[in-house]
């Protein structure tokens, strides 16, 4: 029995989603238990990508978009650029192919803008610390939004004319349209953050003012300088512009087309956005990348759409040197390559093939192979560690520098990296620089906790195969010389479906919307042991918290000063996927469409029941046919166990009774009837009763079974006491076919809960017993 | 005998492993793990800790189909029979429809002094009497009635029928107000101590009556009567007949005549009449009497015939329902307009597949026992 903190939440985990039993009054069940899923793993920001997904399919388009800005301020953007780790981590890879989360998160972004909530007003300038942000991109802006959201006021300076860092300044347009960036930028603004634009943090005074000035500092500034190639003729050659500073320049000033023929150097997501940028300005383009297109870094779905626009890929072609005439580049010299043993970073390593140098006609050369922060702004005795790389050294755990107070992020740290990780590193910057402020201990997110080992049990062989919905693009022939964008978003009903695609590993969604939207008497209540979160639902019976300073206590103190021990089983019945007939009956009983039937193909159906929705009324588990619906409550074996109450050496009587109306089951044990075995079986709605619990009664030779349940338009399931009623006709009427005296069955209702009237039925029902 | 000599006794030991009981075996046919030879196998070998606790121990729906292909001779069923007793003994017990409803009913039925009110469905056109020659036995028909009305079915439709056609050759049949269940499921599914009693309660009744011949639409009571009580030392002295021959008989005989059919109708061997009792030839001939070409066979029939897909409350799952589809496919494909059958769980099996919703367009046809296909072209 649990008594202490770790044993109860060991407790609740082996537990979990498993049929146990007692006769012991149920105290609190547990809703699920938040157990990440491999999506919510891999992502980078933490986004609950499994519960936001599960609300889509459920049509709770704005709930799903409030639990990505949970954790990812940028959905939009996101929805569009993001590099997507949770896909190639998606369980459905083992089936099919990953649902398409992105374009999921896109299409509620998108949706919320068609269809408008208000927004959260400011919540900046409740603290009156003021914390500087340098650079306005992705890991700049997340930090600014926590810490705005925490109260703090928050100043972005940004170098640019517009502010996004690399979304605007590297991301072209045709894959991130402005005004996306715009109203997501807004929504920042709105909740108090302030960000100054052309402003360049630069000199040893103005450098030491913002020391001075701010209590704390973070330096997100981003890698905006290409890296050269360091191969003959750079130098001597016009024609030659790195990607970065050839994207600024399109998408910050004017587009004009770079030349005629233009050379891309590399295989990463800049070379890819170099390439077709220039493509849509008119020029003929050429990728050269040293490996193979399997090594390529790029996203899989870019280059194909860049091939699809008719830029040509060499692969295995390594820049030799650039040749020229009259002082401006003519063409690039590769030499082919073939690949070796992996090298440090796992790919194959190339190696040049002797005598295989051929040119590539070009005016135009653009290496897109590396950044690297700019760090001219500090002054020259700045005491900030900087790695041989020239990025900015911060703590990995905590983004802190060596300098207190002073927290750098994003690309400035890692070098050139993905939106969702700048995100992840914006909220860890966040969180120390409040616990920086607050003169605590800078705590590290990276306790190893993250476990791949989520206890998700799938029967993969029983999921059917249901294909991944396609995103809509722009026609490839309509892409040249523009710059909209060329992918579109999902319409409500690809989203649904798509979004329904997800298998949902593990026992709960984690959308919470429960705890927000719980009614009707229940108490849901979202906690944390420090460790593991938890959805519980409290009975109603047990109105004095059991919760306190958010913390679960093990022990609930009873009335006589002793503890009660608590007992947690899970209500949610599951279906025995590999027996299920798929007749439906289930999913024609359930009201709350918890029952879905999922089609296996072949004309093979199988019923599966959606935890969110499910209230745990058991009805489907009785009316259930072949008998494959495991309650996670009030089995048969637990019925058998109540019934070894049975005594025939006296008048027995069997009283089933639902948890709703009527009496708690605390009374039962104070009501006595002279000379009678009352034996009080209570169920969590008449509905759950079948027609063999009240035959198991009557074989076992009791004296009389009564039933006492809600008035059918009082019942808390709203359906479950008609279709126990239909029940009771049907058991009825065997129990007259089969000579039973008609006294010994009896079904009364009682309005609300009603002790007194209870204990007057049991009592009026066991005088007519002889 | 213990356990050993009972498997003996089924001459589990002669298997040659040639997987021919596999290789007809309906559940191998549609499930993913049940094999015959294997379940064979491991009972041979004394497995049974992981025997008995198998859900495939309730798998085998006892149709014979094996038995009959069998070189060695081997008869599974009994041997399934015998293991699945010996798994009950042992506190186990397998997974029954409807959480066991049908098997409480079963045993509410071996209690002494129960006054059944199971004669309402005889209606007043129907002559009954108490005593008498020929006694009609109407097996759980009333009671699946109740239970099964969601599928819309009416079971006791075969017992009014039968009686009708009793009563136009002069025949007033005894239908028993006391009449049990025959215990054939109970067995079929391990308890041996509850089929006895009911057993040696329908044999009393039945000898109070005075009856010489027993009829029954009901193919497992007729199985129960004619192999089970036999087989478990219970002495039957009546003369027993399944309608079907009852009918075929008399019409032999020249004292009943039909019709000429005027709709398309084929015939659903139970597993019961066919391969336990081996009686084929006479509802055929009953159905293809004064026929030119309206009687068609299914794909599989006589002793190849496909079983309906549930046994003895047994194990009714996906797998049922595979095999279900597939006889209703079969049955759709001869063009018939009426599969008629003749054993009520075969009726209630492929009409409640026939009413799912999922599959109704392609399955749905017309079923009726053969006691009402007769009626309806009866002179």
Redesign the interface.
């Given at each position: 029995m649990p008594t202490t903190e770790s044993n109860f939440k060991n407790f609740i985990r082996k537990h979990k989603n498993t049929v146990s039993f007692s006769d012991k009054p149920n105290v609190f069940y547990p809703i699920g238990i938040v157990d990440p899923s491999p999506c919510m793993e891999a992502c980078p920001a933490g986004v609950n990508v499994k519960a936001y997904v599960s609300l889509i399919a459920a049509g709770k388009f704005h709930e799903a978009l409030h639990v990505v800005r949970e954790k990812n301020p940028l959905p939009g953007i996101c929805g569009r650029v993001c590099t997507h780790p949770c896909e190639s981590y998606c369980n459905r890879n083992q089936i099919d192919a990953p649902v398409a989360i992105r374009a999921l998160k896109r299409f509620v972004a998108d949706y919320e803008l068609k269809n408008p909530i208000p927004k959260p007003g400011k919540t900046a300038g409740k603290r009156t610390e003021k914390i500087a942000i340098i650079g306005s991109g992705p890991a700049g802006l997340t930090a600014a939004h926590d810490l705005a959201k925490s109260g703090f006021n928050v100043t972005i300076f940004e170098e640019l004319s517009e502010p996004g860092g690399m979304l605007i300044a590297g991301i072209p347009s045709y894959r991130m349209p402005r005004d996306i960036l715009d109203i997501e930028i807004g929504y920042i603004k709105n909740i108090g953050v302030k960000i100054i634009t052309s402003k360049k943090i630069s000199g040893k005074a103005a450098y030491n003012k913002l020391l001075k000035d701010f209590d704390a500092v973070y330096l997100a500034i981003g890698a905006h300088v290409g890296k050269k190639l360091g191969i003959p003729g750079e130098d001597e050659f016009k024609g030659f512009l790195d990607a970065v500073t050839f994207l600024r320049a399109v998408n910050l000033g004017t587009a004009k087309k770079p030349g005629e023929n233009v050379i891309i150097i590399g295989g990463g997501n800049s070379a890819i956005d170099a390439a077709r940028t220039a493509l849509r300005l008119g020029s003929k383009v050429t990728i050269a990348y040293r490996r193979s297109r399997d090594e390529m870094p790029a996203n899989d779905e870019e280059i194909e759409d860049a091939e699809k626009e008719g830029i040509k890929i060499h692969y295995l072609a390594a820049p030799n040197k650039i040749v020229g005439k009259n002082g401006t580049a003519t063409g690039l010299e590769c030499v082919k390559m073939k690949l070796g043993k992996p090298d440090e970073s796992g790919r194959a390593k190339p190696i040049p093939i002797k005598d295989s140098e051929f040119i590539i006609d070009a005016d135009v050369i653009i290496p897109a192979i590396s950044q690297k922060p700019d760090l001219s702004f500090l002054p020259k005795n700045h005491e900030i560690d900087i790695s041989k790389w020239q990025t900015l050294l911060a703590d990995e755990s905590t983004m802190a520098t060596n300098i207190p107070g002073v927290f750098a992020g994003g690309d400035a740290v890692t070098g050139p990296n993905t939106v969702i990780d700048a995100i992840a590193q914006g909220h860890i910057a966040a969180r120390s620089i409040e616990q920086f402020i607050n003169g605590e201990d800078l705590t590290s997110t990276s306790d190893g906790s993250k476990s791949t080992e989520a206890e998700i049990k799938i029967d993969y062989n029983t999921q059917p195969k249901i294909k991944r919905a396609k995103i809509p693009m722009q026609n490839v022939t309509k892409r040249k010389g523009n710059f909209s964008e060329v992918e579109y978003g999902f319409d409500e009903k690809t989203a649904i479906a798509e979004a329904q695609r997800c298998l949902r590993c593990g026992p709960c969604d984690e959308c919470f919307i429960c705890v927000s939207e719980c009614n009707k008497g229940l108490s849901v209540v979202h906690t944390s042991d420090g460790q593991n979160d938890y959805v519980l639902r409290l009975p109603s019976e047990f109105d004095d918290t059991i919760l306190k300073n958010g913390k679960l206590e093990a022990v609930i103190k009873g009335q006589n000063g002793k503890d009660i021990p608590i007992e947690v089983d899970s209500y949610i019945p599951l279906v025995t996927a590999?027996?299920?007939?798929?007749?439906?009956d289930c999913v024609t009983v359930c009201d709350y469409d918890a029952i879905q039937?999922i089609d296996m193909g072949d004309?093979?159906?199988?019923s599966k029941i959606d935890p969110d929705l499910c209230r745990g009324c058991g009805t489907c588990v009785?009316l259930c046919?072949?008998?494959?619906i495991q309650p996670g409550r009030f089995t048969?074996d637990w019925l058998d166990f109540k019934l070894q109450a049975i005594d025939l050496n006296k008048k027995s009587i069997v009283v089933f009774s639902c948890s709703w109306n009527g009496a708690d089951f605390e009374q039962f044990s104070k009501i006595k009837v002279r000379d009678t075995n009352l034996i009080f079986i209570q169920t969590m709605c008449t509905g759950r009763i079948?027609?063999?619990?009240i035959?198991?009664a009557?074989?076992k030779d009791t004296a009389g079974v009564l039933v006492v349940g809600c008035a059918a338009d009082e019942c808390h399931y709203e359906f479950g006491a008609k279709r126990f009623a239909e029940t009771y006709a049907?058991v009825q009427?065997?129990a007259?076919?089969?000579?039973y005296d008609k006294n010994r069955l009896e079904y009364a209702t009682v309005s609300g809960k009603n002790t007194e009237k209870f204990i007057e039925i049991v009592n009026d029902y066991a005088r007519k017993i002889k | 005998m213990n356990l050993v000599e009972q498997i003996k006794a089924a001459n589990a030991y002669g298997c040659l492993e040639c997987g021919k009981c596999t290789a007809v075996c309906p559940v191998s046919l549609f499930s993913n793990s049940y094999s015959p030879r294997s379940m064979l196998t491991k009972t041979i070998r004394n497995e049974y800790d992981s025997l008995f606790v198998d859900y495939d121990l309730w798998s085998c729906l006892t149709c014979r189909r094996c038995d009959a292909v069998c070189p060695a001779n081997i008869d599974y069923s009994r041997l399934n029979q015998i293991v699945r007793t010996s798994a009950k003994d042992s506190g186990f017990k397998g997974k029954c429809s409807h959480s066991g409803a049908m098997e409480l009913l079963q045993k509410v039925m071996t209690t002494e002094n129960i006054n059944q009110n199971r004669m309402d469905w005889v209606t007043n056109d129907l002559d009954t009497a108490e005593e008498g020659e020929i006694l009609y036995y109407v097996g759980c028909a009333p009671y699946f009635d109740i239970f099964f009305d969601d599928i819309n079915i009416s079971t006791t439709e075969a017992a009014k029928s039968s009686i009708k056609i009793l009563n136009k050759l002069g025949v007033k049949p005894v239908v028993m107000k006391d009449e049990r269940c025959c215990g054939h499921d109970l067995l079929w599914n391990g308890d041996v101590e509850n089929f006895k009693m009911l057993a040696q309660k329908n044999i009393d009744a039945v000898n109070a009556t005075g009856a010489k011949t027993i009829l029954f639409s009901c193919a497992e009571c007729m199985s129960s009567f004619a192999n089970l009580y036999p087989d478990n030392g219970f002495k039957v002295n009546q003369k027993l007949m399944h309608m079907s021959q009852f009918i075929a008989e008399q019409i032999e005989n020249e004292k009943l005549d039909l019709r000429e059919p005027e709709i398309n109708v084929t015939f659903q061997d139970p597993c019961r009449l066919g391969r336990h009792l081996g009686i084929y030839d006479e509802p055929r001939q009953v159905l293809q009497h004064n026929d030119g070409e309206h009687y068609h066979e299914m794909m599989q029939n006589n002793k190849r015939s496909l079983c309906c897909g549930v046994s003895a409350w047994m194990n009714c799952d996906i797998t049922s329902k595979r095999i279900q589809k597939e006889r209703l496919r079969q049955a759709k494909q001869t063009g018939a307009d009426v599969l008629t059958v003749a054993c009520p769980k075969c009726h209630i099996h492929l009409s409640c597949t026939m009413k799912d919703d999922f599959v109704k367009d392609n399955y749905e046809m017309d079923i009726k026992d053969i006691s009402t296909v007769v009626l309806e072209r009866m002179k």
């Open positions: 590999s027996l299920c007939r798929g007749c439906g039937l004309e093979v159906k199988i009785a046919p072949s008998s494959v048969s079948e027609s063999s619990f035959l198991k009557l074989e049907k009427q065997i007259y076919m089969l000579g | -």
